[in-house]
């Protein structure tokens, strides 16, 4: 019974291509996030939707484009991969927007590779 | 948001009591500590959270001094399946939340 889930698991793709991750949560969460950790595993967050609206997004280039199309799912889809691209990207999705519903769950991950 | 200091790895053994402290010098007065555990290969997983002395629940527990510029998170007796990454973040009680992970710290729980 999976509460965030992501797809694929593993991405392996060449420099230049365009491809992308779908998240997707069964908890009836408002508000979905998109984190990238690098291959030092810093965790960081890119984007931030609330009902299907924009309210985070942190200085990532506009290759990366999140997409939300109904409260459930928030896929990201990346143009013109780099290889500084590669990393695990996790989605995860909490209740509301504040301290209310802070408590934020994750998905397993999307490993993406850029050869 | 504030940022916190915590120590890069811990080593401990099974049964063992761990004490993991975070320093956030410059939290704010709407802040609270809420600590978050990866384990490999997996998405963070929420721990525990709190604003001022101490506040348990079924996995841990964290104290907060009456500064609250620091927090201990103490987990009983580990076993060999605590072995992660633990992160102190301070969230805010106003506006959006967003969550900034400093480098946690790995704890090693070894038979």
């Known amino acids: 019974d999976t509460a965030v889930s992501q797809t694929p698991k593993y991405l392996v793709t060449q420099m230049g291509n365009d491809k992308s991750i779908k998240c997707e949560q069964n908890l009836g969460h408002d508000t979905m996030y998109w984190y990238k950790q690098d291959s030092k595993k810093f965790l960081k967050i890119m984007f931030s939707?609330?009902?299907?609206?924009?309210?985070i997004n942190e200085t990532v280039p506009n290759r990366f484009s999140p997409k939300s199309p109904d409260k459930a799912h928030l896929n990201l889809h990346i143009n013109s991969l780099e290889l500084g691209d590669s990393a695990v990207y996790f989605c995860a999705s909490s209740q509301g927007i504040n301290l209310d519903g802070y408590e934020q769950y994750f998905g397993p991950g999307t490993r993406l590779t850029v050869t | 948001l504030a940022k916190t200091t915590q120590p890069i790895s811990m080593d401990s053994y099974e049964g063992q009591e761990v004490n993991i402290t975070c320093s956030h010098n410059n939290i704010a007065t709407n802040d609270y500590i809420t600590w978050y555990q990866q384990f490999p290969s997996q998405g963070p997983r929420f721990i525990i959270q709190?604003?001022?002395t101490k506040v348990t629940n079924e996995v841990a527990s964290l104290f907060i001094p009456a500064d609250r510029k620091s927090s201990t998170l103490s987990l009983p007796r580990v076993s060999l399946s605590d072995t992660a990454v633990y992160y102190c973040l301070v969230v805010s009680n106003t506006g959006f939340q967003k969550l900034v992970f400093g480098t946690g710290t790995r704890l090693l729980v070894s038979p």
């Open positions: 709190g604003y001022k």
């Open positions: 939707y609330n009902n299907k609206e924009l309210i």
